[in-house]
């Protein structure tokens, strides 16, 4: 059962189970990343924890860490359901375009549609940060743009810093 506490009239944060959570790093893997992870369509949190599963079966990345999930309104198209946003560090020795192709292919099993920008999704994955790397291509800019101007990523980053969510969640300062 997730736990919620509500941060203003728009935006209530969620831990539960695996949200957040830290695992001990495996050695052996030349990178870490930190992915982006949000939807708003069907049931988001529990999707959110399949996921968290299914990277833990992956032999491409090991799972790091994950911050509290953030219910907030959506931008960009605002006639939506609000989004469930979380992030998940990992580490992997796959190069970004290959991790960017494996994110895609993730995405797609977990019943992503792309339709138009900013359009409600069951899944979007976004690579934030990938090791220390400026990466800007015409299908991956690292790191992700605005990331630091997003409550749907800046308080669930702030929480990586956390191991346990009690202390996050009672001296969250916005």
């Keep these: 059962m997730a736990l919620r506490r509500p941060l203003d009239d728009r935006h209530s944060v969620y831990v ?16 870490r990343v930190v992915l982006g992870v949000g939807g708003n369509i069907g049931d988001t949190r529990r999707r959110m924890n399949h996921l968290w599963h299914y990277l833990g079966r992956l032999p491409q990345l090991s799972r790091i860490r994950s911050g ?9 198209f ?6 469930d946003n979380t992030v998940i560090e990992v580490a992997t020795s796959l190069t970004p375009r290959v991790f960017l ?7 797609k099993r977990f019943g992503r549609r792309r339709s138009f920008a900013n359009a409600p999704r069951t899944l979007d994955l976004d690579i934030l940060f990938f090791d220390n790397r400026k990466i800007i291509t015409k299908e991956l800019s690292v790191p992700h743009p605005h990331w630091d101007k997003r409550s749907s990523v ?16 009672e001296n969250l300062d916005i």
Excluded: C
Excluded at 101 to 107: F, G
């Design 16 to 31: 539960d189970r695996h949200f957040p959570q830290t695992l001990l790093k495996k050695e052996g893997y030349r990178y």
């Design 68 to 76: 509290v999930i953030l219910r907030n309104p959506p931008f960009g």
């Design 78 to 83: 605002l006639d939506q359901n609000d989004f």
């Design 101 to 107: 192709r494996l994110i895609w292919r993730i995405e």
């Design 154 to 169: 800046m308080i669930p980053l702030k929480s990586l810093a956390h191991k346990g969510a009690r202390r996050y969640y």
